[in-house]
């Protein structure tokens, strides 16, 4: 699949726009007077603020939340010396992570320089422009020296992700193995393979987290670092170098408490974990293949803890887990430096979330996985959003604690309110629902499979492991366009292609169907010519029925014609009485659900809080506590139109029905976008926060609503989600794309794995071929 990975990141960084970064201008300039404070003459009261007082530079521009991603290229990844320019699609992705995770924005400097003093005089004379340095992929044992001598230079963060991000994920994982079998820091013999920046950094904040130094043991390529060793040395191995007539990993691994490995596949050999001490605790991080890999480390010793860099095993040591984070709490102060103690603090935060009962919202996002404190989860998932208030929390706290925070911070609580807003700003909401669908996938019924967006949303589907598909449709027109396509699906194999109209199923189907809908004019023919006509409805039958799991349509015609066929044969779930259709915006500067945006053109109050209840369901399964705002165009009493009077009556509905939920209106929608304006409308509102499920007062409003921001926002769609069927149906829209029917694919099969299981009825015979 390799090839095809490569084709598929060559397209993604193509189009639409060559890259993944864009300056985006974060102020109006609509008219003279914009351009005027913008620019000349406006501009000059900003310079010599700034001038009289420095510190005003991160009021009155960019620099407190702009850090520069610099690397030379030497160290790119697992790819080696590449050069800056092949480097600069590593450094965008970094941008991109930090921008998603924490809000912060990078540019990223790929710089032709080999030369330290070059380089760092090169990265020193930027300090004006930046908040922050990050050092990526400079190769060992430059990028010590290029830290150091930065440190010593800039009054800002210089921080090396590669160094320090691994080390405090990997310190955090270590304080968690050691807990839990019960053995202290300062007792452990620790040897580690590798000895380049990451391994260094790891060994060095072990050491300050309580190891000692003289217990542990590093091998590099050329075998172990010993005192007097020539070849390959240099002062940061030379710290951890041992007087001893040990060589080899073999011959220092016997007792061992931790192994760390940074270095390359296969090195840990399962006769030397058996020669571990005892509940040893293995980390073997090199990638893609690890020193050795889990399953053999535990046949040797079942009681080990394992920790990978991958994330299809158990504890994956990413770097994700920290830099956005210890950056954000950095540049939130003002800090001068990254200290030790702020990176001890971070440590610290990232082990005690794994330690720490799993919120709700984690929960969510990860149903289906044990979220519990043990061999298996040490270390909290990357997508944790508790992550963005905890590690940031800590550090700011840190550099204030250590004298380098230059903007001390006075409302922790508030602070960590801010910080919470950035969970659901990420960008990367579709993610955890992506790995739920993973854990189990489903068969997903695909009415239009000769569509050539779903052909490549399916071949997406099996790639990523989330779904089995089923199409329906000509086996020859869908074979021949996999073909043209270039796709790898399979009938029997990786996908099934059913021609409706020669399927021996179509029988029995147009039965069912015709009961289904008895007295209302549909006899045994008409009954026939639909089920072989209608993908939507055999589609339908076959979940209905049990013999597909969840079904997607609507890419061709109008929605209310599939709502149609979906209600005549799913109907609505039991103790409900309304469907509606909800839509996920992703937007730059936030995530929000609109509904109902296409199916009931004047729901009653009754019914809209029927919506918001289906609604704030769905949004839970995304990991999102719903913040529910019920719009109007009368904000809390301001106007008393029927209009209004069904929106406030569905505020009291829900009220009483929905004591636990977070919701409010009637209001208008820059209300329930921004809480200073609420508040001065009403400051005793149940909405806290910024609202992120809006529920409309019609069709027209939700539907309007929801296109604008689509196209003025540049927004990712993911939707319609139908709610209040039966069983899993999403009905799509023509405007689909295949990001947009992939993600609708795994709406689906969580759906699916969360719905009541249906009694498959006898398999039919294969067929006709």
Same mark, same amino acid.
């Given at each position: +699949?390799?090839?095809?990975?490569?084709?598929?990141?060559?397209?993604?960084?193509? /189009?639409?726009?060559? @890259?993944? %970064?864009? !300056?985006?201008?974060?102020?109006? +300039?609509? *008219?003279? /007077?914009?351009? =005027? #404070?913008?620019?000349?003459?406006?501009? &000059? =009261?900003?310079? +010599? &603020?700034?001038?009289?007082?420095?510190?005003?530079?991160?009021?009155?521009?960019? /620099? &407190?939340? $702009?850090?520069?991603?610099?690397? *030379? @290229?030497?160290?790119? %990844?697992? #790819?080696? *010396?590449?050069?800056? %320019?092949?480097?600069?699609?590593? +450094?965008?992705?970094?941008?991109? $992570?930090?921008?998603?995770? &924490?809000? !912060?924005?990078?540019?990223?400097?790929?710089?032709?320089?080999?030369?330290?003093?070059? $380089?760092?005089?090169?990265?020193? /004379?930027?300090?004006?422009?930046?908040?922050?340095?990050?050092?990526?992929? !400079?190769a060992a044992p430059a990028c010590f020296e290029v830290e150091r001598r930065l440190r010593d230079r800039m009054k800002i963060p210089v921080f090396h992700d590669d160094q320090h991000g691994t080390a405090i994920v990997v310190g955090a994982a270590m304080l968690n193995g050691l807990k839990l079998v019960n053995k202290r820091a300062e007792d452990i013999k620790v040897v580690s393979t590798g000895g380049g920046a990451a391994g260094i950094a790891c060994l060095d904040l072990m050491v300050a987290l309580g190891v000692r130094r003289e217990n542990v043991w590093l091998v590099d390529k050329h075998g172990l670092v010993y005192k007097g060793r020539t070849e390959d040395m240099n002062p940061y191995k030379d710290a951890y170098a041992k007087d001893t007539e040990a060589r080899t990993l073999g011959d220092v691994i016997d007792d061992a408490d931790l192994f760390l490995g940074l270095s390359g596949p296969k090195v840990l050999k399962p006769e030397m974990v058996k020669r571990m001490g005892t509940r040893p605790i293995i980390m073997a991080l090199a990638n893609p293949e690890p020193e050795i890999m889990p399953d053999l480390a535990r046949e040797v010793r079942p009681d080990a803890i394992i920790a990978t860099g991958r994330s299809d095993f158990p504890n994956q040591v990413n770097n994700v887990l920290v830099f956005p984070f210890i950056f954000r709490g950095a540049l939130d102060v003002g800090a001068t430096t990254v200290t030790e103690e702020m990176k001890v603090a971070a440590t610290h935060a990232v082990a005690n979330l794994a330690r720490a009962e799993a919120s709700d919202v984690v929960a969510a996002a990860y149903r289906g996985e044990e979220l519990r404190f043990g061999s298996d989860y040490i270390l909290p998932k990357p997508f944790d959003p508790r992550l963005i208030i905890e590690v940031p929390s800590a550090v700011a706290r840190a550099a204030m604690d250590s004298g380098v925070a230059m903007r001390p911070i006075a409302d922790f609580r508030a602070y960590r309110d801010e910080l919470g807003m950035y969970a659901f700003r990420s960008g990367l909401v579709m993610k955890p629902v992506m790995q739920r669908a993973m854990e189990d996938p489903k068969r997903v019924v695909y009415a239009e499979g000769e569509d050539e967006r779903v052909l490549r949303a399916a071949q997406l589907a099996v790639d990523d492991g989330i779904a089995f598909p089923v199409l329906l449709g000509r086996r020859e027109i869908i074979e021949r366009k996999i073909v043209e396509l270039g796709l790898r699906l399979k009938h029997g194999e990786s996908v099934e292609i059913i021609e409706m109209i020669r399927d021996v199923r179509s029988h029995t189907y147009s039965e069912i169907y015709r009961k289904i809908m008895a007295r209302r004019g549909v006899s045994p023919t008409h009954a026939m010519n639909v089920v072989r006509t209608q993908p939507t409805v055999f589609g339908a039958l076959m979940v209905r029925r049990g013999e597909a799991d969840a079904l997607i349509c609507g890419t061709s015609g109008r929605y209310g014609e599939y709502y149609s066929h979906v209600m005549d044969v799913i109907g609505l779930r039991k103790g409900v009485n309304t469907a509606a259709a909800m839509n996920l915006l992703i937007l730059q500067n936030g995530t929000y659900f609109i509904c109902d945006t296409y199916v009931n053109p004047e729901p009653t109050a009754g019914q809209v809080a029927e919506i918001a209840r289906l609604a704030a369901e769905e949004v839970r399964r995304f990991g999102i506590e719903?913040?529910?705002?019920?719009?109007?165009?009368s904000n809390f009493g301001s106007a008393d139109t029927p209009s209004a009077r069904k929106m406030r009556q569905a505020y009291q509905l829900i009220s009483a029905e929905m004591n636990e939920l977070e919701v409010d209106g009637e209001m208008h929608a820059d209300a329930a976008l921004s809480e200073a304006i609420r508040g001065r409308v009403l400051p005793d509102s149940r909405l806290k926060g910024e609202a992120n499920l809006l529920v409309m007062p019609t069709l027209d409003a939700a539907n309007i609503a929801f296109n604008m921001l689509k196209v003025l926002g540049d927004a990712q769609n993911v939707g319609p989600m139908l709610l209040g069927a039966a069983r899993p149906v999403h009905i799509v829209t023509p405007s689909v794309t295949v990001r947009g029917l992939l993600n609708m694919t795994a709406v689906a099969v969580v759906d699916a794995q969360l719905a009541a299981p249906v009694v498959a009825a006898p398999s039919p015979p294969p067929a006709a071929e």
């Amino acid at each position: +699949m390799s090839g095809d990975l490569d084709t598929l990141a060559l397209e993604y960084h193509r /189009r639409p726009k060559a @890259g993944k %970064l864009a !300056i985006v201008a974060t102020k109006p +300039m609509a *008219n003279q /007077r914009d351009l =005027a #404070l913008a620019y000349s003459p406006g501009v &000059a =009261a900003a310079c +010599m &603020a700034i001038h009289a007082d420095p510190s005003q530079a991160a009021e009155l521009t960019t /620099r &407190a939340n $702009l850090v520069a991603v610099v690397t *030379n @290229g030497t160290a790119v %990844l697992g #790819l080696g *010396n590449i050069g800056p %320019l092949a480097a600069k699609p590593v +450094m965008e992705g970094k941008a991109v $992570l930090f921008k998603k995770f &924490a809000g !912060i924005d990078v540019f990223d400097l790929e710089l032709n320089e080999t030369d330290v003093d070059a $380089l760092v005089d090169t990265i020193a /004379r930027l300090e004006p422009t930046f908040g922050a340095i990050n050092l990526e992929d !400079i190769a060992a044992p430059a990028c010590f020296e290029v830290e150091r001598r930065l440190r010593d230079r800039m009054k800002i963060p210089v921080f090396h992700d590669d160094q320090h991000g691994t080390a405090i994920v990997v310190g955090a994982a270590m304080l968690n193995g050691l807990k839990l079998v019960n053995k202290r820091a300062e007792d452990i013999k620790v040897v580690s393979t590798g000895g380049g920046a990451a391994g260094i950094a790891c060994l060095d904040l072990m050491v300050a987290l309580g190891v000692r130094r003289e217990n542990v043991w590093l091998v590099d390529k050329h075998g172990l670092v010993y005192k007097g060793r020539t070849e390959d040395m240099n002062p940061y191995k030379d710290a951890y170098a041992k007087d001893t007539e040990a060589r080899t990993l073999g011959d220092v691994i016997d007792d061992a408490d931790l192994f760390l490995g940074l270095s390359g596949p296969k090195v840990l050999k399962p006769e030397m974990v058996k020669r571990m001490g005892t509940r040893p605790i293995i980390m073997a991080l090199a990638n893609p293949e690890p020193e050795i890999m889990p399953d053999l480390a535990r046949e040797v010793r079942p009681d080990a803890i394992i920790a990978t860099g991958r994330s299809d095993f158990p504890n994956q040591v990413n770097n994700v887990l920290v830099f956005p984070f210890i950056f954000r709490g950095a540049l939130d102060v003002g800090a001068t430096t990254v200290t030790e103690e702020m990176k001890v603090a971070a440590t610290h935060a990232v082990a005690n979330l794994a330690r720490a009962e799993a919120s709700d919202v984690v929960a969510a996002a990860y149903r289906g996985e044990e979220l519990r404190f043990g061999s298996d989860y040490i270390l909290p998932k990357p997508f944790d959003p508790r992550l963005i208030i905890e590690v940031p929390s800590a550090v700011a706290r840190a550099a204030m604690d250590s004298g380098v925070a230059m903007r001390p911070i006075a409302d922790f609580r508030a602070y960590r309110d801010e910080l919470g807003m950035y969970a659901f700003r990420s960008g990367l909401v579709m993610k955890p629902v992506m790995q739920r669908a993973m854990e189990d996938p489903k068969r997903v019924v695909y009415a239009e499979g000769e569509d050539e967006r779903v052909l490549r949303a399916a071949q997406l589907a099996v790639d990523d492991g989330i779904a089995f598909p089923v199409l329906l449709g000509r086996r020859e027109i869908i074979e021949r366009k996999i073909v043209e396509l270039g796709l790898r699906l399979k009938h029997g194999e990786s996908v099934e292609i059913i021609e409706m109209i020669r399927d021996v199923r179509s029988h029995t189907y147009s039965e069912i169907y015709r009961k289904i809908m008895a007295r209302r004019g549909v006899s045994p023919t008409h009954a026939m010519n639909v089920v072989r006509t209608q993908p939507t409805v055999f589609g339908a039958l076959m979940v209905r029925r049990g013999e597909a799991d969840a079904l997607i349509c609507g890419t061709s015609g109008r929605y209310g014609e599939y709502y149609s066929h979906v209600m005549d044969v799913i109907g609505l779930r039991k103790g409900v009485n309304t469907a509606a259709a909800m839509n996920l915006l992703i937007l730059q500067n936030g995530t929000y659900f609109i509904c109902d945006t296409y199916v009931n053109p004047e729901p009653t109050a009754g019914q809209v809080a029927e919506i918001a209840r289906l609604a704030a369901e769905e949004v839970r399964r995304f990991g999102i506590e719903p913040k529910v705002a019920l719009l109007s165009h009368s904000n809390f009493g301001s106007a008393d139109t029927p209009s209004a009077r069904k929106m406030r009556q569905a505020y009291q509905l829900i009220s009483a029905e929905m004591n636990e939920l977070e919701v409010d209106g009637e209001m208008h929608a820059d209300a329930a976008l921004s809480e200073a304006i609420r508040g001065r409308v009403l400051p005793d509102s149940r909405l806290k926060g910024e609202a992120n499920l809006l529920v409309m007062p019609t069709l027209d409003a939700a539907n309007i609503a929801f296109n604008m921001l689509k196209v003025l926002g540049d927004a990712q769609n993911v939707g319609p989600m139908l709610l209040g069927a039966a069983r899993p149906v999403h009905i799509v829209t023509p405007s689909v794309t295949v990001r947009g029917l992939l993600n609708m694919t795994a709406v689906a099969v969580v759906d699916a794995q969360l719905a009541a299981p249906v009694v498959a009825a006898p398999s039919p015979p294969p067929a006709a071929e």
